[in-house]
């Protein structure tokens, strides 16, 4: 008998680091997500297996049961004592989970490459809650840490508003879909950013900002309701400003994309994974010249 659990990945157009100031973030999930299989078997250890998008392995590790003790040869691998955590962590959140004489076998499947910044941890997080029929956000609480959006995304197939008020998610389903998403690319920009380091960075020197994040919330519901990509376009540039004073970076148009002839807008943490772009039938062109090989038009990533 086996258990299949799925989640999609996510991607966070408005709101960045002021999602937890409380400002009122855009979040969209994403075509790609990961797999999770559970199946029995006879012996008392979690066998675990993490396959990329090509396949290959790139994750393996065995835990002795019920004590979810790592293997010896694994006992330095940092992945391997990260998953051993939120294990640990599921099972306090339910004391079942896990505690047994026989065990499991475990396969996991990204259906993106791992240096996208999609959700590879998140969509892990939401399916480790779904077999251990736990909540989603406690778990990542208690483990990641971080707003949740990406929590969010994984169990939502439709674009959301998202808010953290008094330190409770507030998710509002919504129907983001411009009349001119055709002109709407997602460039990879070849480095992956660690947003726990961002947000602990972003945290660490964090200024009063109160006005900022409620201007970013007006911004989003703008986003949100734009009807021309002028608009739309005006609105990321007024964004970019906003959260390029506050975290002391340079929009990612001023230092990487100055000759572009449409509009750039830096997701999640500055500096790495994916940027939203407007454009044509030459943006794909543009991008690849300057060594930019993944360019995604906005219907083969967005659900």
């Known amino acids: 008998m086996k258990n299949n659990f799925y989640s999609n990945g996510k991607l966070l157009i408005t709101a960045e680091y002021l999602i937890l100031n409380g400002a009122k973030g855009l979040a969209l999930p994403t075509v790609f997500g990961q797999d999770l299989v559970v199946k029995k078997i006879n012996s008392p250890e979690l066998v ?77 997080i939401n399916n480790i809650a779904k077999w251990a029929r736990i909540n989603a956000f406690d778990l990542l609480n208690n483990s990641f840490g971080g707003s949740g959006y990406d929590i969010a995304c994984a169990e939502n197939n439709t674009s959301i508003l998202y808010q953290i008020r008094n330190k409770t998610p507030k998710i509002e389903k919504v129907n983001f879909n411009p009349v001119f998403r055709d002109q709407l690319y997602f460039i990879h920009l070849n480095q992956k950013q660690n947003s726990r380091s961002e947000i602990i960075n ?57 000759d572009y002839f449409g509009q750039t807008k830096s997701l999640g943490a500055w500096g790495g994974d994916f940027i939203l772009a407007t454009g044509n039938e030459d943006t794909t062109a543009y991008f690849k010249n300057k060594g930019f090989e993944t360019v995604i038009p906005y219907n083969k990533m967005i659900l």
């Open 48 to 124: 675990w297996e993490s396959f990329d998008k090509n396949n290959a392995t790139w994750f393996k590790n065995i835990y002795q049961l019920p004590d979810i003790s790592i293997d010896n040869s694994n006992k330095e691998s940092e992945i391997a004592i990260t998953l051993q955590k939120i294990l640990k962590e599921a099972r306090k959140l339910n004391p079942e989970f896990l505690n047994t004489n026989t065990g499991f076998q475990v396969r996991t499947k990204l259906t993106f490459q791992r240096n996208w910044g999609l959700g590879s941890s998140s969509t892990l």
């Open 202 to 258: 972003f945290l660490r020197n964090k200024k009063e900002i109160q006005a900022e994040a409620k201007e970013i919330s007006g911004l989003t519901i703008e986003i949100l309701n734009s009807s021309t990509i002028a608009d739309f376009e005006n609105i990321l540039k007024e964004h970019e400003k906003i959260i390029a004073s506050i975290v002391g970076k340079k929009p990612i148009q001023k230092e990487l994309f100055s």
